[in-house]
């Protein structure tokens, strides 16, 4: 009886995990309407990126995820443009913990048009940060159901990164002034295509600022995250979203991406298109990221440092 009972927990466990694992249907569905010509490349302040901003926001609502403000939209200002970064909050389940924070983001927006090819000027940004913005919308809809967050987890989607980091920029300064106790920021940029054979699957930027890829991977129990000389080369770690948070808080926060210069030659491109994306990749990535990001948001100490702490 006792053998019973012990199989049918493994079972229940194993079913529940199962029945939480993330979908290439789902993942595909956002995407697609994300770089979707109906968007017209969701450049800041324009009719696509409003259009993309209420799918995030219903995406969030439907799959209750709270807004972290009075509603999910954190309004700012580019000149005479109005840009809205939408953010999502789940609270952690820890009394302990829960008044600390980490946040996931991804920016929605894009360039709007770029050089015209067979007629088309609609730069979608599919991999350009469609197919970031899906994996954070994705692992907010994974925590809401599942509960397993004891720190409070914030999803955020940034707009004007294309202006120059604006939108991360504006929410870092607010919520650094409400002095939110920030653990650490993980920026995902165009994971939407695979590396190499044989290359790990992802690189996070600023590789040597903190042990955040040592860490994830011995979450994960797999080699996801390595060292790319590109970006190290290429200054990446201060050029996407991730930097405004470690500037403003001084923490570990860090992009992730699967993009190296080798493997998609669409960037800024009207090819950047769903068609190009590896959504088996997509979802193998996503899947594989969701027990590091366990992992980091459940440790009981601050695991993760800056290498100068």
């Known amino acids: 009886m006792k053998n019973i009972l012990s199989l049918s927990l493994v079972m229940f466990v194993f079913s529940c995990a199962a029945q939480n694992k993330i979908e290439e249907k789902s993942i ?51 000149k005479d443009i109005i840009g809205y970064n939408v953010v999502g909050y789940i609270e952690g389940n820890d009394p302990g913990l829960k008044d600390e924070f980490v946040i996931l983001g991804a920016h929605y927006d894009h360039i709007g048009t770029a050089k015209e090819v067979n007629g088309d000027v609609i730069a979608n940004g599919a991999n350009d940060d469609a197919s970031g913005t899906v994996a954070v919308m994705e692992w907010a809809k994974y925590f809401s159901e599942t509960k ?57 930027t600023g590789f040597k600022e903190s042990n955040m890829a040592e860490k994830l991977n011995s979450y994960a129990n797999a080699e996801i995250i390595g060292f790319l000389p590109k970006a190290k080369e290429f200054n990446l770690f201060k050029r996407s979203d991730n930097y405004p948070f ?20 669409f960037y800024h491109h009207v090819d950047d298109e769903t068609e190009n994306m590896d959504f088996k990749h997509m979802t193998n990535f996503i899947n594989k990221m969701i027990p590091a990001l366990e992992g980091m948001i459940n440790a009981s100490t601050k695991e993760i440092k800056l290498t100068n702490e």
């Open 148 to 204: 397993t967050n004891k720190r409070s987890v914030l999803f955020t989607l940034y707009a004007a990164e294309e202006m120059g980091l604006k939108g991360s920029g504006h929410l870092a300064e607010r919520l650094k002034s409400d002095s939110l106790n920030v653990y650490t920021m993980i920026n995902f940029e165009m994971i939407g295509v695979p590396r190499a054979e044989g290359e790990m699957m992802a690189y996070v």
């Open 28 to 78: 595909k569905t956002s995407l697609e309407y994300l770089a979707s010509d109906v968007l017209e490349g969701r450049s800041t302040g324009s009719i696509g990126i409003e259009k993309a901003a209420v799918f995030i926001e219903n995406f969030f609502s439907e799959n209750n995820i709270k807004p972290y403000f009075e509603t999910y939209r954190d309004t700012f200002n580019v």
């Open 246 to 265: 470690y500037k403003s808080f001084q923490i570990p926060a860090q992009a992730i991406s699967t993009f190296d210069f080798t493997n998609f030659d």
